[in-house]
């Protein structure tokens, strides 16, 4: 526990949540941060460090939804690529800033964190207990072989009281489409600037591409493909497109909508009031793909917009890849039962 006097014993454990079975590892920060391998059943890859680091994408390092780094820069870059969460809390009369998973506010709050990995492989779930504010925030990463990437996230409160907050959610250092590994690694800031990311403000669609191909001809490229994130679960939030206005909203500052981000890093953030009462809690997620041209993005935002249960389908395709990877392992007699 940071900031507390409990025994932060590091414990390994079975679990159930919902109908998963997970292998809890409790107290897993007071470990050193290792590196893991998250498996589908179709053609997502995902490594991913214990303190929240990843690289993700479909098909090959070519297709990255994150930068594609050795693993020591992966783990280094936890603060800045992938899950980023700050919470505002109201409670006794008094603003709080919870961030999970970071260690800005090492200290402040007592904190437990525990890592939860499914028996199959092709789940994590990062959880976070706040022992000041009486909340717990998880997200957990999936795969869908419809849909990409999806993280779900999950606050549950234990207070006493109702609790009013405002929410910071989403991701960082998001790729666009058409850069691949070997000019990440060499020219990332020349990537920077020919980034551009746009919001679909009726849907809540950000789409990452590029202003042109970077190539060394003198010729026209045009980017004609793009990563896309959106999102479900939350009440008409404000959507940011850069990592800008952190700074802003930990200082309790409002922030304001951004659909329009040239030569940025890309990030996709939803910012919402909420309110908990005891023992409630409040699901949402965030789904990503790659490699996206301009009739797959006008048939997502159409689907986005049109289909009412769009959070059910998510779910029932990322189980439906559960079952196919178990029956792919099955066929090469990796399930065995002692």
């Known amino acids: 526990m940071k900031g507390g006097n409990t025994s932060n014993a590091i414990e390994l454990n079975r679990v159930q949540i919902g109908r998963d079975y997970y292998f809890k590892i409790s107290n897993s920060d007071a470990l050193r941060p290792f590196f893991m391998s998250i498996v589908s059943d179709s053609d997502h890859w995902m490594f991913i460090s214990s303190n929240g680091g990843l690289s993700a994408g479909r098909k090959n390092a070519e297709y990255a939804l994150f930068p594609y780094y050795t693993d020591d820069k992966i783990t280094e870059s936890a603060e800045i690529t992938g899950s980023k969460t700050i919470f505002r809390v109201q409670k006794g009369g008094t603003a709080h800033v919870w961030e999970p998973f970071s260690e800005r506010f090492d200290g402040l709050h007592k904190v437990s964190r525990h890592l939860y990995k499914s028996i199959y492989g092709n789940k994590i779930i990062f959880e976070e207990e706040s022992h000041d504010l009486q909340l717990t925030f998880r997200y957990e990463w999936s795969s869908s072989d419809v849909f990409g990437f999806v993280r779900k996230s999950t606050l549950i409160s234990r207070a006493a009281e109702t609790v009013n907050l405002t929410v910071l959610d989403g991701l960082q250092n998001i790729m666009p489409y058409g850069v691949n590994s070997a000019l990440q690694n060499s020219a990332s800031n020349l990537v920077d600037a020919y980034k551009r990311s746009e919001l679909e403000a009726a849907t809540g669609l950000g789409i990452y591409a590029l202003s042109a191909l970077i190539v060394d001809k003198a010729e026209p490229s045009e980017a004609l493909k793009a990563n896309t994130v959106w999102s479900l679960g939350l ?31 890309g990030a996709y953030f939803v910012v919402t009031e909420m309110t ?11 789904v990503a793909n790659v490699n996206q041209n301009h009739a797959a993005i006008a048939k997502l935002s159409a689907t986005i917009n049109n289909e009412k249960q769009l959070a059910d389908r998510v779910k029932q395709d990322v189980e439906a890849g559960t079952q196919r990877l178990i029956e792919l392992n099955a066929a090469a007699d990796a399930l065995q039962l002692t």
């Open 276 to 286: 908990l009462a005891n023992g409630a809690e409040k699901e949402w997620m965030m």
């Open 235 to 265: 009440e008409r939030p404000i959507y940011l497109l850069s990592s800008l206005q952190l700074k802003d909203f930990r200082k309790g500052k409002p922030v304001q909508q951004e659909e329009d981000v040239k030569a940025e890093k």
